[in-house]
């Protein structure tokens, strides 16, 4: 029931290079001081091509590594809003686990079901992460954006029926430099059929991603 699947991105560092090139002289005939003309100004030309070479120095990235999902959520947190689940949660596995991680709560209580993502996605640079964070919302309309939380956020709820059972589902999108954080919260009665209401499932969502930026923060390298 996870909404946002993360992409895995891959890092790139550019060093730069620096190509020399010389040139050799061929004199057949002339005086001596002919040469020694050239080679002063052998040295100028290097220091004029030297002076106009662009710089590839990469900008620095505020985060390096994702943070222990598990961990971005309070104990306290977990229980108001998935009872009867294991606080420490489940990571799911990654094929790169530093530059993105996700952590589950999923339980029963009766007839409630709740379950909550919290994923983390670090990457390569602050464009390349509000590009990803644009294209999230693209598909997610009638949410609205959530002020002081991150340098961008944005929360929806949607309402899914099948087979008469209703499920109401909340997704926090949070850019914050570098970094993606996406929270997942929905909830079931499969006694009255009846999904949680749409305020309660927001604001479930907004804690959770509150303290997971709160987390990515804290982290910081």
């Known amino acids: 029931m996870r909404s946002f699947p993360l992409p895995i ?9 620096v190509v020399l090139a010389a040139a050799g002289w061929a004199l057949s005939s002339g005086s ?11 040295p100028e030309t290097t220091a ?33 809003l998935v009872p009867k689940a294991k606080a420490t949660g489940k990571e799911i596995k990654s094929t790169d686990s530093a530059l993105r991680r ?3 709560w999923n339980a029963l209580d009766g007839y409630e079901y709740r379950w909550l993502d919290v994923s983390f996605e670090v990457l390569q640079s602050d464009d390349a992460a509000e590009k990803s964070y644009q294209g999230r919302l693209k598909d997610r309309s009638g949410g609205g954006a ?8 944005y929360s ?3 309402l ?10 909340g997704v926090v999108v949070v850019r914050a430099s570098n970094a993606l954080v996406v929270v997942t919260y929905n909830g079931s009665d499969f006694e ?11 604001k479930g969502a907004i804690k959770a991603a509150k303290e997971a930026v709160a987390a990515l923060l804290a982290g910081k390298k």
């Open 146 to 153: 959530v002020p002081g939380l991150g340098d961008a956020a």
């Open 160 to 169: 899914a029926t099948e087979d008469k059972q209703e499920t109401r589902e």
């Open 32 to 42: 001596s001081s002919e040469p020694q003309a050239a080679e002063k100004k052998q």
């Open 9 to 17: 991105t891959l890092t790139a560092r550019l060093s730069p290079v």
């Open 192 to 202: 009255s059929k009846k999904a949680p209401s749409t305020d309660e499932i927001n």
């Open 156 to 158: 929806v709820v949607d």
């Open 48 to 80: 004029s091509q030297s002076a106009s070479a662009p710089s590839t120095t990469a900008a620095p990235k505020t985060y390096t590594a994702a943070p222990a999902p598990c961990g971005s959520v309070a104990e306290k947190t977990v229980n108001s």
């Open 102 to 104: 996700t952590c589950s």
